[in-house]
């Protein structure tokens, strides 16, 4: 029984590390070609296109996070066999999907007219599509999670992003216009949908059990509460830059936010992935519970910081070379929101943790008490400021919010907050001197002007950081080589 228990642990860790290492491979693939797409977007289409797309994304994620019925997480962290429970759960995305698409229809001369943004009406309509794709995809699929099958998640999950990606390349190089951005969102959606029900066996097929639909939103309610919430929080301050700035500078506004928080977002979506069902599976095993927060955290940190940093100093040089100087004026508040995007990698790690030890009600409350921070600066700031009040707006709550997260963390791990404070220590000392040894670099006429110049500021700031790592962090290379090539060491240390 002993060794079995042992064998249990040493699977899950298995499963999590390699998990872990081929979403993180595979979101490296695609945060370079979410690159290239952002920099091929940038040089073919204009600004104020890319902010009619953005009152668009908003609208559709309004209507996502309103009917959010949040049956896919309480699948994952129910316990006992979900078999039952899943014909229920598609039956409601189909008619979400449904309704979902109707309402975005026949409300799109009204949001159109809200925006000042005529020329968005049959933008509206046309991405509706997407939620009629998301409602019939396979239910089935959610199994890859519960049950860490991550490379049949991975692929499911990257399949939609490639296609997008892909798409929207060749769109928009051929149609130069909005429409890019549009087919490439649907498409990917499409394309989703299919590969669902060729990846997973499971057919579903249209039933409802009023008993488990309630069981499922009994976990399910503190999400779409959540939902509601984070949809204010990440997508309020476009809207108000849309309506009090106008469409133009919303492109500016969308397009820092994406570049400063391109790496947070690939970074979460592994830890995502990864870090929610192991933490589910072990909510029941607190010392493991506070090994495993403890090293995501850490291996976060040593990535996310040191590039947030990059992007701070290096953000005219970045935008000048890759998205042209049409673009410089977003320089500003793409700083401040380089400071947004790594703390909110950083958070990646405890959303995950308070889902696994089923507490999602912890993310609602913290989140609530952001928003009510954010509604009060938003406004006068982005009056005062423009698009760097508005990113000013989102980051000070985000510091806030980040503070309270980690000693939360810490009672449920049952540890200290100085504990994961000396965890994140070392990356936050290295790229500051990092960024001080870029400042310096800049200053100099070797390194001013020249588009290799740039280039070659990047290499330097990634060579000293690292330098920093291989001097004073030995332990902590030791440990990632270990994780990565356990062979190395002989025999795996359990979570």
Known sequence: MQLAKIEDK????????????????SNALKFF?????????????APNELGLMGIVLFMVAILESLS????????????KEVGPYLNTAWTVSVARGIVLYSILFFSAPLVASFFNAHSAILLFKVVGIAFLFEGFKNIGVVVFRKELEFKKEFLFQQIEVFADIFLTIGLAIVLQSVWALVLGYIGGKGIKCLASYILHPYRPGLAFDKGKALELFRFGKHLL????????????????????????ALGFYVMAYKISNMPATSITHVVSQVAFPTYSKLQDDPKRLHNGYIKALKYIAIVSVPVSGGLFVLAPELVKFFLGERWLEMVPAMRILCVFGMLRALGGTTGPLFLGVGRPDIITKLNLAKLVLIAILIVPLTLRYGIVGASLAVTIPMIMEQSFSWHICARIIKGKVRQILSVVAPSFAGTLLMMSFLGVLKQTSIFSGDKIAALCLIAAGAFFYLLFFCLFCKRDIIEIRTMLFPSLKGKEAAL
């Open 33 to 45: 070609l979410t690159m290239v797409r952002t920099i091929v977007v940038a040089r073919f289409l």
């Open 10 to 25: 040493e699977s899950l860790y298995q499963k999590a590390r390699r998990g872990g290492i081929l979403i993180g491979l």
């Open 225 to 248: 509460g959540s939902s509601i919430i984070i949809l204010l929080i990440t997508q309020g301050d476009d809207a108000v830059v849309g309506k009090l700035l106008g469409v133009t």
């Open 68 to 79: 959010q019925t949040g049956f896919a997480g309480a699948l994952i962290q129910q316990k």
